[in-house]
């Protein structure tokens, strides 16, 4: 995975957005949006003398908690601090990372999204704070795993290559015989093809990955050669001449994964263990952990003032259309539950309720996706320097869903396929299939948690909706969908216009 200098689809910096020949059709969205804003806040000054109308959902908002809110997103985002603190105890080698650190640190997590979701529930927030403080706490639950699973990877490469070095001062201090040594290794049993290779962490990944497929014994040449200067046992010229190179070969490449993406020796480990390093990282718009990232040079002051007035317009469009048309919709279905009606006589109800909302969730679905992934995400890029802003890819020209989870939120598919996709693979030993169906179930069964929290009712509605897409994802790759793009993503659009309100009927009825 590699982090670039670039600007996300819609950003007017970004060249090939500002040529496309649908930029008017991007303008005419917007002053659509402006017109219907208009025409709303006049509708609503004629009925009850307010542009705003009755406002429940800004008074919802703004009613109790706010400061309560805030202070508590920030201790939550200083409490990630532990994990920093678990990283410098790992290096200074109070605890194992392989044997009881990833066991913390699991913990850790695991009492940190309790503690996020607990406190929802002990202040009873509306549903307007929880899902920001819900949705940023399983944010910082993605930073904090990254960040320590990248750095505990890092601490055993350290670890190994610090007892090479160890191995290499053994052998140098090892005076060798004149005649053959019958000692094993043979330098003719050693493989040294490598090593009129450079030493680097792709080589030393690739030189395992060879080895794991084509060595019988459970040990490498690295460990036979370490059980040999253990033994202290005789070792010739030739020995020691080739155990020095392989020992040196394999010290180099482990230094270079060290190394990282990072071309600044100061973020290299351990030396990016650093209090600042840390909160450096939660701030950035990223949930992958890396040594360093590419970074701008300014930060252009009218850029955030323009995308910040952005952000604060989006949210009044969005309060503005659910106060219009989503909020008596749900009062409606409030009123059939206190009237006592059946369940029988709700679900009659079912199609009028998901025709009534099919328009208004597909355009706060459009808002909600645009404030956070081209809003929110700029400015803090901009604010902290951070240069890689491929926030998303072309998710509307979608033909299946897999394309589409790939690219409408690249920073958690990025975490997913490192963290939980390629993770799966290495420690579980699973294949591709089995990998992709234990990404797709543990990131719907997040995507559920956000909706418990919201209904209070687990009900598995979204579970089954998402997982459902794995079998349309191997049904696009049939010989009958996969060369009609233009069906695919009829199909696609279907899925979202229909989703958002289907999930939020089904949830306010039954």
């Known amino acids: 995975m590699v982090f670039t200098r670039q600007f996300s689809c819609f950003d007017r910096q970004n ?4 040529n496309s020949p649908f930029h008017g059709f991007y303008v005419l969205f917007w002053i659509s949006m402006a017109v219907l804003i208009i025409k709303m806040g006049a509708d609503n000054w004629r009925k009850t003398g307010n542009p705003l109308g009755t406002n429940e959902i800004m008074k919802t908002m703004f009613r109790r908690d706010v400061i309560v809110l805030l202070l508590s997103d920030g201790i939550m985002c200083a409490l990630t601090g532990v994990s920093w603190a678990i990283q410098r105890l790992v290096f200074h080698q109070y605890i194992n990372w392989e044997r009881t650190g990833w066991v913390l640190q699991n913990i850790w997590q695991t009492l940190f999204i309790v503690g996020v979701v607990g406190l929802t529930l002990v202040r009873k927030w509306p549903w307007t704070h929880t899902v920001f ?7 910082m639950l993605m930073k904090q795993h990254s960040y320590a699973f990248y750095n ?4 055993t490469i350290y670890k190994e290559r610090r007892n090479l070095l160890l191995k290499l001062k053994q052998l140098e201090s090892i005076e060798p015989v004149t005649s053959p040594s019958a000692t094993n290794p043979q330098v003719s049993t050693l493989s040294t093809s490598h090593l009129s290779l450079r030493p680097s962490a792709d080589e030393y990944h690739e030189r395992r990955r060879s ?7 459970n040990q490498s040449d690295i460990e036979n050669i370490s059980h040999a200067i253990e033994s202290s046992e005789p070792l010739d010229m030739e020995q020691l001449h080739a155990f020095e190179r392989l020992i040196k070969w394999e010290a180099d490449a482990l230094t270079d994964e060290l190394k990282g993406k990072a071309t600044d020796p100061t973020h290299y480990y351990p030396d990016n263990l650093t209090f600042t390093n840390h909160y450096e990282y939660i701030v950035l718009p990223t949930v992958v952990y890396e040594l360093q990232y590419p970074r701008s040079d300014t930060i252009n002051g009218s850029y955030v003032a323009e995308k910040t007035c952005a952000l604060v317009g989006i949210i009044f469009v969005m309060i503005m259309i659910s106060q219009a048309f989503i909020y008596p919709v749900v009062m409606r279905t409030v009123y059939m539950k206190e009237n006592g009606w059946t369940t029988a006589q709700r679900f009659s109800e079912f199609p009028w309720l998901l025709s009534d909302l099919i328009f208004p969730f597909m355009m706060e679905y459009l808002l909600a996706w645009y404030l956070i992934w081209e ?20 998710w509307w020209n979608s033909v299946s869903w897999d394309q589409f989870a790939r690219d409408w939120n690249r920073p958690v598919h990025n975490f997913l396929l490192r963290h939980v996709y390629h993770s799966s693979i290495s420690s579980m030993k699973v294949n591709k299939h089995t990998a992709t169906l234990i990404t797709f179930f543990l990131s719907a069964c997040v995507h559920e948690l956000v909706m418990w929290c919201i209904f209070k009712k687990l009900r598995g509605y979204l579970l089954m909706l998402q997982m459902f897409q794995l079998p349309l994802v191997k049904m696009s790759r049939t010989r009958w969908l996969r060369n009609q793009k233009t069906l695919g993503n009829m199909l696609f659009w279907t899925g979202i216009f229909t989703g958002p309100s289907l999930l939020c009927s089904l949830y306010l009825i039954l």
């Open 15 to 18: 060249q090939a957005a500002a």
């Open 211 to 217: 080895l794991s497929k084509t060595q019988s014994s």
């Open 133 to 139: 403080f819900v949705l940023h706490g399983i944010v």
């Open 375 to 394: 809003t929110v995400l700029n400015i803090l890029a901009e604010l902290t320097y951070f240069a890689d802003r491929s926030f998303y890819d072309a």
């Open 152 to 155: 505990g990877h890092l601490s």
